[in-house]
């Protein structure tokens, strides 16, 4: 969030990207295993439905280390489960 609030203040997209990516990689000197795609590093990879600079954009799939990981956790679960609940309001009484 960091970065892309960057963007909204003047930062070009592409270095804001690159400083989530690459230039990570080279502080902490590890550019030669990640922060690009390039043959022989590390695959992590994100599939996004838009932008990835933006909070209303959402993941689709994600790769760490070239393994596929599932984007469910039993928070998500229980989101699908009760997002279509009916708002039944209920009411307590007190008998002070």
């Known amino acids: ?12 997209a592409e270095q804001a990207l690159r400083g989530l990516t690459l230039s990570a990689a080279e502080i902490l000197g590890l550019q030669d ?20 600079m933006q909070i209303v954009t959402h993941v689709e799939r994600m790769w ?15 989101y699908w489960q009760f997002k279509n609940r009916s708002k039944a309001v209920t009411t307590t ?4």
Do not use: C, N, W
Not at 1 to 12: I, M
Not at 33 to 50: E, F, P, V, W
């Open 1 to 12: 969030y960091a970065a892309a609030r960057s963007v909204s203040f003047g930062l070009p």
């Open 33 to 52: 295993k990640l922060g690009s795609l390039d043959a022989g590093k590390r695959a992590d990879l994100i599939i996004t439905d838009g932008d990835p």
């Open 64 to 78: 760490i280390g070239g393994e596929e990981m599932p984007l469910s956790s039993h928070h998500t679960q229980l």
């Open 93 to 96: 009484t007190s008998d002070d």
